[in-house]
């Protein structure tokens, strides 16, 4: 069974005739068949599982005459019936996702899942964990929900809500070449906040044309993030070459 279940579940008990007073009692076990204790009220032939969310209970019934059933040896058991529930994620809330409009996007929930169901808006479909909308557009805004299935049949929903607003895009120069020692002045272009990545010998990691003076080759990448959410990223390459050494010898003397 999964968390959440509304089925009701009741097990029954069936004996032979032959008992003049038979007295039938449930049991349940919570540690694997190890210990058995009976439950209280339960001692008819039907009995109502209590709902519960998640482990692994046994259940089974005795019988005995009314005389002798207080004697674990004059009773008779049925078969173990083991319940599992198997438990659940916690209900996720919706979700506000940012779309950029003529960019893709790329959707995701919970990897912990063996079958994906999607739906959204324009007759959007996907059984993939993460399939993508390709060129953002104002009309694909909406609710997006996805029936996501474990390996044990137990099922689920996460859903969001795409919001797609203006994207940004950013420029700059893909790589410099400079020596040992000297410095370059980088030169992105875009609208909204710049951030580079890593912070290593740059003058500034938030504007747009900070100064470089790298002591080995690195790769920067550069973020730019618009008013809505929006990014845009760039990397740019900086070779740095070694200074070259002479010597001319040893100092001479003549006469």
Known sequence: LCRG????????????????QPVLQWQISKDAGKTWQDIPGASFSSYNIPRR????????????????????????????????????????????VIGCLNKDLILTTSPYFIKYNWIGPRGFTSILPSPTITNVQMDNAGLYVVALTSNNGCKMLDSFVLNVFPSTTIKAPGSYKICQGKTVQFSAV?????????????SNTHIANPIANPADTIQYKVVLTNNYGCRDSALVQVDVFKNPTVSAGPDKIIL
């Open 190 to 202: 875009g609208n909204g906040q710049f951030e580079w990545f890593p912070a290593t010998a740059l």
């Open 5 to 20: 279940y509304t089925n009701p579940l009741t097990l029954h008990a069936n004996y032979s005739a032959g008992y003049n």
């Open 53 to 96: 969310n998640d482990s692994v209970y046994r259940y089974r019934a005795w019988l005995a005459e009314s005389l002798n059933s207080g004697s674990a040896q004059c009773r008779i058991y049925s078969v173990i019936i083991k319940i599992t529930i198997h438990p659940m994620a916690d209900p996720i809330p919706l979700a506000q």
